[in-house]
């Protein structure tokens, strides 16, 4: 089959369709004929060498949709045809984490799309059934494939970690991206008061279309004194870091007492300083966001299928433009989603 690999960790130019031989399901598993793969930040990192649990030869992709075309030996409740999404990650659904319904601590089976596992950046690609979700019949592969990470994770994160309630104020950086959007979306829709922090001026209106109440357009990152000025110098009582170390600081200063910061991305792969007074006089709550559930990602499924989270979808691109979307998202040109499709010409 026809695989984008990923032949060396570094620069966008390292990947490179190639010819790979074709996949097959073991026990627990079936394979799907990738239809859509969203290109994902994520990948980036990893693509940089900055993931531990990848090897290259590497193919990357944790956000694909497709459909059934063989089952391993032991699967009976997936069946040739069905059409799948996948989750970035399994779990094992047996230990105290999983029975706590909190798949994305699971260690006994953590094994992530395009890390450990061949991701869909590929014609085909194994998929564990602990790691697929069930996709309605008229909803587009594109959108599919992007549900899981993008509106999965704002489930994941408004809901489950952010406990997000009517009449808050959520500060959300980062917020133009594909978990950005849906982030906006679903705050909004559960009645926050959603305030929006981009980089650039041209994705205020699409910020502004997701339901942003107000959007802070900042180039050099400074913006807690605005956030300030729009609360009435209050602050917000939670705030979605979806950028992580580069914005980390200004979010502490933008909260309020008792405030909620729900950690879910650290584009760079950086650190930070904390004062932990901050922490400590305001009671802030930091909280960790990571990955979906199964159940998260069928909330984000029938939410997306209502029409009440609209996906972002911006471009389907060949397989083999696999290097330029990674070079368009680091060159942060991308409002939504980019999604490989190796059915597009
Ligand atoms: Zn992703
Ligand atoms: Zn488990």
Redesign the pocket.
């Given at each position: 089959m026809e695989a984008v690999v990923l032949r060396e960790f570094g620069a966008a130019s390292h990947l490179a369709v190639q010819s790979v031989p074709d996949p097959h399901p073991g026990p627990g598993e079936v394979l799907l004929r990738v239809r859509a793969c969203?290109v994902?930040?994520?990948?980036v990192i990893n693509r940089r060498g900055s993931l531990p649990r990848t090897s290259v030869p590497a193919i990357l992709g944790?956000?694909v949709a497709g459909e059934v075309i063989e089952v391993g030996p032991d699967v009976t409740t997936w069946h040739v045809g069905d059409r799948a999404a996948t989750l970035?990650r399994l779990s094992c659904g047996a230990c105290p984490s999983c029975d706590a319904g909190r798949g994305s601590l699971c260690k006994r089976d953590n094994r992530f799309f395009g890390e450990e596992l061949a991701g869909g950046y590929a014609a085909m690609m194994v998929a564990p059934i602990a790691g697929i979700g069930r996709v309605p019949d008229d909803m587009a592969w594109e959108v599919a494939a992007t549900v899981c990470?993008t509106a999965g994770?704002a489930v994941h994160v408004v809901r489950t970690r952010g406990r997000i309630r009517r009449g808050e104020t959520v500060l959300v950086t980062g917020a133009s991206g594909?978990v950005g959007l849906q982030t906006v979306q679903l705050a909004r829709l559960d009645g926050a008061r959603v305030i929006a922090v981009t980089s650039s001026p041209l994705k205020a209106r699409a910020l502004y279309n997701a339901g942003a109440h107000e959007v802070v357009v900042t180039r050099d990152l400074d913006f807690a004194q605005q956030i300030r000025r729009h609360t009435g110098g209050e602050g917000v009582d939670v705030a979605i870091e979806i950028v992580g170390s580069a914005t980390f600081a200004q979010t502490l200063k933008a909260m309020r007492p008792g405030g909620r910061v729900v950690v879910v991305g650290n584009l760079e792969s950086g650190t930070i300083d904390l004062n932990p007074g901050l922490v400590i006089v305001k009671e802030l709550e930091i909280l960790g966001a990571y990955a979906t559930t199964q159940a998260e990602l069928e909330t984000a499924l029938a939410l997306t299928h209502a029409g009440l989270l609209t996906p972002f979808v911006t471009e389907v691109l060949p397989l083999r433009d696999a290097a330029a979307a990674h070079i368009r998202l680091e060159n942060r040109e991308v409002a939504g989603r980019l999604v490989l499709s190796p059915d597009a010409i």
């Amino acid at each position: 089959m026809e695989a984008v690999v990923l032949r060396e960790f570094g620069a966008a130019s390292h990947l490179a369709v190639q010819s790979v031989p074709d996949p097959h399901p073991g026990p627990g598993e079936v394979l799907l004929r990738v239809r859509a793969c969203g290109v994902c930040y994520h990948d980036v990192i990893n693509r940089r060498g900055s993931l531990p649990r990848t090897s290259v030869p590497a193919i990357l992709g944790h956000e694909v949709a497709g459909e059934v075309i063989e089952v391993g030996p032991d699967v009976t409740t997936w069946h040739v045809g069905d059409r799948a999404a996948t989750l970035q990650r399994l779990s094992c659904g047996a230990c105290p984490s999983c029975d706590a319904g909190r798949g994305s601590l699971c260690k006994r089976d953590n094994r992530f799309f395009g890390e450990e596992l061949a991701g869909g950046y590929a014609a085909m690609m194994v998929a564990p059934i602990a790691g697929i979700g069930r996709v309605p019949d008229d909803m587009a592969w594109e959108v599919a494939a992007t549900v899981c990470c993008t509106a999965g994770t704002a489930v994941h994160v408004v809901r489950t970690r952010g406990r997000i309630r009517r009449g808050e104020t959520v500060l959300v950086t980062g917020a133009s991206g594909g978990v950005g959007l849906q982030t906006v979306q679903l705050a909004r829709l559960d009645g926050a008061r959603v305030i929006a922090v981009t980089s650039s001026p041209l994705k205020a209106r699409a910020l502004y279309n997701a339901g942003a109440h107000e959007v802070v357009v900042t180039r050099d990152l400074d913006f807690a004194q605005q956030i300030r000025r729009h609360t009435g110098g209050e602050g917000v009582d939670v705030a979605i870091e979806i950028v992580g170390s580069a914005t980390f600081a200004q979010t502490l200063k933008a909260m309020r007492p008792g405030g909620r910061v729900v950690v879910v991305g650290n584009l760079e792969s950086g650190t930070i300083d904390l004062n932990p007074g901050l922490v400590i006089v305001k009671e802030l709550e930091i909280l960790g966001a990571y990955a979906t559930t199964q159940a998260e990602l069928e909330t984000a499924l029938a939410l997306t299928h209502a029409g009440l989270l609209t996906p972002f979808v911006t471009e389907v691109l060949p397989l083999r433009d696999a290097a330029a979307a990674h070079i368009r998202l680091e060159n942060r040109e991308v409002a939504g989603r980019l999604v490989l499709s190796p059915d597009a010409i």
